[in-house]
């Protein structure tokens, strides 16, 4: 800490105007602005995977954790999962697809739970086809899912959070809002889309102290991607298992525990001016040229 005469400066809570302000100010632990006490989160499509490590960060830094999905099966096994870690989740049936599903499902939460004050669009799916052979049925489906779905619940769940004063969004987008490849044209042309509404709803509602902000997972080793993992029938590796390990500075497959910290400090106080940003939690992917030839 700098000291000068009656000034000083505190990196945790900016410039303090006197000896009293900062005598109050400390008391201010900074693990407090990570707190999540209080608050309500809805998670979406959080059975399992991503979503459930998400919404399991936020239960245990303090939030009421609500979660959706699509199938009422999928909903029990979710409960009785965090359950047994001892959280008290409340868990619904919604397709987060359906317009007047997700009006009726928010405005029950609202009833039930409370107004939600963190929303993490999680809930996604992906479909590894090489576009010449992808029918736009198909094509729409993954972007109905993981970028009109988005936009449907962030757009139901904004107007509580501009009359309760604050909200917190965050959208799950992907290595592929920024890189192509092979066979997953709509997911990559879906995660793209979701960085840009990402920025948008920053733009549009951060007067209404909203923050908007986005998780690019790396490659995270969930049933998403288990068949990119599958071992060969001799018993070795799967090809594109090895090709993401030495694609990683880590040198090693994300977990759903990988995105905990960071999901906590975008759904908290901690990240307050932090608005319009996808943060990548990739072990280093996208700043890595690729191992070097030897
Ligand atoms: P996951 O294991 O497939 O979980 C996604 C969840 O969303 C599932 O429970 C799924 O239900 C649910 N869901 C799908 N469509 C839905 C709908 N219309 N309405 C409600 N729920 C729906 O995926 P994950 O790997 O945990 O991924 C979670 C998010 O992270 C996704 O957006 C994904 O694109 C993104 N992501 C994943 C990775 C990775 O490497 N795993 C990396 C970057 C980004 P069903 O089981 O019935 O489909
Ligand atoms: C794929 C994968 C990815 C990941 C993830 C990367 O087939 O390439 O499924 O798209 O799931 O989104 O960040």
Redesign the pocket.
């Known amino acids: 800490m700098h000291s000068e005469n009656k000034y000083e400066y505190n990196i945790f809570s900016g410039i303090i105007r006197s000896r009293l302000d900062i005598k109050l100010k400390l008391k201010i632990n900074i693990m407090v602005n990570f707190s999540l006490e209080g608050k309500i989160a809805l998670v ?9 490590a998400i919404a399991t960060a936020f239960a245990q830094a303090g939030a009421t954790i609500v979660f ?4 009422q099966e ?1 909903v029990d096994k ?1 409960l009785a999962a965090y359950k047994e870690l001892g959280i008290e989740a409340h868990g619904y049936v ?5 317009e007047n599903a997700v009006n009726a499902f928010i405005a029950q939460v609202e009833k039930e739970v409370g107004v939600i004050d963190i929303l993490v ?6 479909k590894r086809i090489p576009m010449h052979e992808m029918s736009a049925a198909e094509f729409r489906q993954v972007i ?3 970028l009109n ?1 988005p936009f449907i619940v962030s757009k139901a769940v904004i107007p509580s959070m501009i009359k309760k004063g604050h909200g917190k969004i965050i959208n ?5 809002s920024e890189l192509g490849r092979e066979t997953v044209s709509a ?1 990559a042309a879906a ?1 793209g889309g979701l960085k840009m509404l990402t920025r948008n709803i920053a733009s549009e509602y951060g007067e209404y102290n909203i923050q908007c902000n986005g998780i ?10 288990a068949p990119l993992r599958e071992p060969q029938p001799d018993g070795s590796r799967h090809p594109f298992d090895a090709f993401i390990v030495a694609k990683t500075p880590a040198a090693r ?2 977990t ?1 525990e990988d995105l905990m910290g960071p999901a906590v400090f975008l759904a908290s106080d901690a990240s307050n001016f932090v608005n319009g940003h996808v943060l990548y939690v990739d072990g280093g992917i996208l700043a890595y040229i690729g191992k070097q030839p030897k």
Do not use: E, H, R
């Open positions: 979406t499509g959080a059975s399992y995977g991503i979503g459930f959706n999905d699509i199938k999928l979710g919604c397709d987060v697809t359906d669009n999680n809930a996604g799916i992906i109905d899912v993981d779905a799950i987008c992907s290595m592929m997911y995660k690019g997972p790396g490659y995270i080793a969930t049933p998403q991607t497959w994300g759903p």
